[in-house]
């Protein structure tokens, strides 16, 4: 517990914004609240629209109009490419945000590589300790035995934090894993955010961005077994022992909705993953990404204003459409980087954010995706969800221009 209060102390120097934060206006007295704006000058790896306030579009002939401020409400999103990393339209997206379990996307991408998946492990007590108060939990018990699989299964579908501090007691404690995080955000480029905890429970000067979540997805896409936990719907999870001495188990289903549906809402079609989160700092955020034909994108949508029942998963599904509508009649506003050692650049626009190494590793190409991306995310394989085939082929980039196991909010920490 010392070392995660040091750790959140550094953080307040690092990145003093408590992300999503309301302050009170000196005209209403000091009395109402009111909705924080985004930094004048924000990061531009990327491309320079994306340090810009406000929505970044360029709409060729033809193109459908993108759904206004009334139906998107979210303080950032964007709207990408998942193969060619192209940005198609973005708001605010290099702004600091408190990311809730979206964050588990970097904890996926850092911890995932390093275990494999039928390795066995006994919890211990203290692996369960340390938790912030309202987790989400997939409900693992102390002294059972887990596979790996199960535990992944428990972060992707249920948000467990208990999943994710029973792995990183794997990984070398949570000291080590927040460590670990924050230099696999380095070297993806994504210098938008500061770790402070591993599964994106709230704390002081935790931040990310749509921009470093949408990063953090597509580099998590390449892994297989991070495809299969985050496009799977439903499953059985592990629960104890009976007296006929056989292991119970139990049903989870994924808290995102627009892969497992809700009473409100339809799956969306083509979904396949991939993380949605909610904190009371940090309001509903998600990332997913979707097919229609050939074509994949990724949205990342951050704290909506409205906050109607699953309006995170809505505002999603309306960038989902505008984006596969507007296939080829808009001109990129930026690019998703590639890693650090990619041999590829930030694509529109220059790395201008004060981290010289960045932008170094960042000025040695003009695009970056195509390939790399879909090496990863398939080069021919199929990810199968409810009847949904994610096929991703290879193609060259175009020309440079969650929720505890009984009800709770989804993602790492129930509302109050």
């Known amino acids: 517990m010392r070392t995660v ?18 302050y009170a206006d000196p005209k209403d007295g000091g009395q109402a609240p009111k909705v924080p704006a985004p930094p004048v000058k924000m990061s531009q790896v990327g491309g320079e629209r994306l340090g810009q306030p406000g929505v970044q579009v360029q709409s060729k002939a033809g193109a459908p109009k993108l759904p206004d401020e009334k139906e998107i409400t979210a303080r950032a999103w964007i709207v990408s490419d998942a193969e060619t990393g192209e940005v ?6 290099h702004w600091q945000l408190a990311p809730a379990s979206t964050l588990k996307m970097l904890f996926a991408d850092t911890v995932l590589p390093k275990f494999p998946k039928t390795q066995k492990y006994t919890v211990k007590p203290a692996d369960l300790a340390g938790m912030g108060a309202g987790s989400s939990l997939v409900g693992i018990k102390e002294n059972l035995t887990y596979t790996v699989r199960d535990l992944w299964l428990g972060v992707f579908l249920r948000s467990g934090n208990d999943a994710v501090h029973t792995l990183s007691a794997m ?11 924050q230099q696999r955000a380095k070297e993806l480029n994504a210098t938008d955010t500061h770790v402070v905890t591993p599964d994106g429970y709230d704390a002081p000067g935790q931040v990310s961005s749509a921009y470093d979540l949408s990063l953090f997805a597509r580099a998590g896409l390449q892994n297989a077994d991070f495809r299969e936990y985050c496009s799977t719907a439903s499953a059985q999870f592990p629960g104890e022992t009976g ?21 409100d809402i339809k ?13 009371t700092n940090a309001g509903s955020t998600f ?19 409205k ?8 505002e999603a599904a309306k960038l989902f459409d505008w984006g596969f509508a507007a296939d080829g009649k808009v001109q990129p506003v930026g690019h998703l980087v590639g890693p650090k050692g990619s041999g590829e650049g930030e694509g529109a626009g220059g790395a201008k954010n004060g981290d010289q190494q960045t932008q170094a590793a960042l000025n040695s190409g003009s695009g970056w995706g195509g390939p790399w991306t879909a090496a990863g995310i398939g080069a021919g394989a199929v990810v199968l969800l409810g009847g949904v085939a994610f096929l991703v082929r290879r193609r060259r980039p175009l020309p440079e221009a969650v929720q505890g196991r009984r009800g709770g909010a989804d993602g790492d920490q129930r509302k109050k």
């Open 287 to 305: 990332t997913g990404v979707a097919q229609h034909g050939d074509r994949k994108l990724l949205v990342t949508v951050m704290n909506p204003e």
């Open 88 to 93: 198609l339209a973005a708001k605010n997206p």
């Open 267 to 279: 799956p969306y079609p083509g979904i396949a993953g991939v993380k949605n989160g909610s904190t």
């Open 307 to 314: 906050k109607e029942h699953n309006e995170a998963y809505r």
């Open 171 to 181: 990984n070398g404690g949570t000291a080590a894993t927040v460590k670990q995080m």
């Open 243 to 263: 007296k006929d001495g056989k292991r119970d188990t139990f049903g989870i289903q994924n808290t995102n909705r627009l892969l497992s549906g809700d009473y």
């Open 5 to 22: 209060a040091a750790l959140a102390s550094s953080a307040l120097l690092v990145s003093p914004l408590l992300a999503g934060t309301a």
